[in-house]
Every structure is written in C-alpha cells, then in structure tokens.
C-alpha cells in the first residue's frame, strides 16, 4: 500500500486527488489547518465514512508557513508521495495579500523540499501543482513548457518562484520533484468567489428569484478550462513517470467569461443579449425557454413551483449581468491556452470533458442545491 501526504486536501482538487487515491489503495494523509469554522465541507462524504477515516485517510493538523510541523509530519508519515496543492490560489486576492501569499505558495515550497532533504526521504516523489498563471502576459500561442513566463500577479510571481525551486531541487539534490503546469480545472466544487462557481451559483439564484443581478469584471478574458477530477488523474500520472519532469494539463481550447456566462444561461433557457461597452456593459433577457430548464432539472411535480416562479419572475428585457470595475485586476492575463501534447505522449493523459458538458454539470449541480434547500 503506498501512502500519500496531501496538502490542501479540503480544496477542490485535494477532495478529487483523495477520492481517486483511495479507488488505488493509497493510505491518504491530508493537513488541514485550524479553523473556528468547519473547513471540510468537500471531503466530508470521506469523514464521516467509519470505514475510512483513520483507516485509510488520516488528517493532521499543519500550515505551510511552519517549518518545524512539516519536518515533524514528515518524520511520522513518511509518504511515498507529496502533493502540495496548498496555496492562497485567489489571483485578485494576491494583490491584497501579497506577502502571504508568497509566503505560501513560494516559500512554503521551499520549506516543503527543505524539509524532505533534512528528514531524508530520498526515495519520495514530490508533485507540485504549478499554474498556468505563470505565462501572465502570453509570449506563445498556445503555451507549453517552453514557453517563456510572464506572470502578472502575486499569485503568479508566488507560483514562479515556486516552480524554479522545484526545478533546482530536482537537478541540484536530485530529488523527484515535478512540476504539473495546470490550465483552469473546474467542477461543481470549486469555490465560490472563483468566476465561473460565480456565475453558475449567480445563475442558479437568479433563475429562483434569490437574486437580481450577477456582476463580473473583464468579460473578454480568455481561459482554457477542464474538469477538476481529469486533472488530479493527470497529477498522478505525473508522479508514476520514470523520471521528474513538468508536464502542462490543459484541453487546448479558449473560450472567454462572456462564453462562460452565455452558455450557462442557456443551460436554463436564458438567452442573453448584450448592450453598451466597457464597464457599461450588460447582458439582458433576449429570450426564455421553460422547456430547456425543465429538461436541465429533470422537471417534476415536486419541481412546478419553481417553474411557475421562474416563467413570472424573470422577463424578457430584465438585465442580469453587470461589470463591477472591483473585480479588475491591477495587471490582466487576456489569454491562456495549453498545449498538452506533451502529457498525451509521455503520460497517455487527455482532457476529455468538453467545455459544454462541463458548464452543464456545473448549473445543473447549483440548480439542484437551489431547488434542494436554497442557498
């Protein structure tokens, strides 16, 4: 039974990765930090199962900021596999916590190989989940991992430095570390101030009556978007390489927030239209479709009241979608796109969720939240 140590385990990716370890007969270890609040909202489904927690998944508590705890976890783990996903991974945020977010997802790298090497854990592979935010201000259409970085964020400049520790760990101590390059993943339980949970959670509740308006920020940004759970395939399959290496994910398609928006409206028979330019943007109500919500749904007669609010709450005309100039970022990245033709040769890993199927399960899940117990 291999054992597995990973951090950030109660994010979107850490539940997918814990999920898919356990199907492999890992021992999965995770750090959480403290918090007066629950925090293990996505990986609860494992806690709460008796067969299971302190079985197979352990969870202790740490923070990447603190040199002597991830020795001390080290130590009593030690893992055959690490994966650091831990990280402040907001990109507006980072503008606003700068120093901790390098002290996070920079030096809390750092801290992590160091530790490794001072415990001795020679034979352990280490995945570090790098970004596609590296490449800021594209200089290559697509990027691959060769193409030069320009990152125009905290966040990105965190994950840069990041990135290069690895690589000089990797040549200088010859430890197995590597680098996943990731292009936006998402799902149903990506949180909810990242853009498109914002909009499809915005959409869901607007749809109800819960709310008037969705407010964005620079609708013509570009982002190669996948499947959160592909993606933690593609993590392990990095690690089961012969050798350490860096490996960019992505689908290899673009589409834009405004196509995010566009699309997952449509999922509920909403067809917008838009008006105005720049921050005076909007998108209105060109059309509603009852029967294609219905079919999203799986209507039923528990159901009609949410139809019946739906046909009279909402109207053609009724703008739904604004710009809010706060959510602009100092410095905007206008284009990703992955090229992963090399994960395809060396890993046999390809994105295979189409961007509408993944809008699709993203509403639909919202929807079913909404109309379960409103939210």
């Not at 596999?81 to 980072?94: P, W």
Request: with cysteine; net charge positive; proline share 3%.
């Amino acid at each position: 039974m291999k054992r597995a140590l990973i951090t950030g385990i109660t994010g979107q990716d850490g539940s997918y990765l814990t999920e898919l370890l356990l199907k492999k007969e890992y021992e999965v270890h995770g750090i959480i930090r403290r918090s007066s609040s629950f925090n293990t909202g996505r990986i609860d489904h494992l806690y709460n199962d008796r067969t299971v927690l302190n079985k197979k998944l352990f969870l202790h508590y740490g923070d990447l900021v603190d040199t002597s705890n991830l020795n001390r976890l080290l130590e009593k783990i030690e893992p055959d596999e690490i994966y650091n996903l831990a990280a402040q991974s907001h990109v507006k945020v980072s503008f606003e916590v700068p120093d901790y977010t390098a002290q996070v997802d920079a030096l809390g790298t750092l801290r992590f190989l160091d530790a490794i090497r001072e415990v001795g854990l020679r034979k352990v592979k280490f995945y570090q989940a790098s970004t596609s935010e590296l490449y800021g201000k594209a200089r290559e259409i697509p990027q691959n991992e060769k193409t030069p970085f320009y990152p125009r964020s905290p966040y990105g400049v965190a994950k840069l430095y990041g990135f290069w520790i690895i690589v000089n760990y990797r040549e200088a101590y010859n430890i197995f570390a590597s680098n996943g390059i990731l292009f936006n993943h998402e799902s149903p339980k990506r949180g909810e101030t990242f853009v498109t949970r914002k909009i499809t959670r915005a959409a869901s509740r607007i749809a109800t009556g819960m709310q008037k308006k969705l407010l964005l920020g620079n609708m013509d940004a570009k982002r190669d978007w996948g499947y959160a759970p592909e993606y933690c395939e593609g993590m392990w399959k990095i690690l089961q390489n012969k050798k350490a290496d860096d490996f960019v994910l992505a689908t290899g398609e673009t589409r834009t927030v405004r196509e995010f928006a566009e699309q997952t409206f449509s999922n509920l028979g909403i067809k917008i239209t838009w008006a105005g330019k720049g921050k005076n943007q909007s998108g209105k109500i060109k059309s509603i479709d009852l029967d294609k919500a219905k079919k999203l749904i799986g209507y039923s007669s528990n159901k009609r009241d949410y139809i019946k609010d739906f046909s009279t709450k909402l109207k053609k005309g009724d703008t739904i979608i604004g710009i809010d100039p706060n959510y602009y970022r100092p410095t905007e990245v206008d284009l990703l796109i992955g090229d992963p033709k090399k994960a395809a040769r060396e890993l046999g890993w390809k994105a295979k969720t189409k961007f509408e199927d993944l809008v699709k399960l993203m509403i639909k899940s919202d929807m079913d939240k909404v109309l379960r117990r409103g939210f």
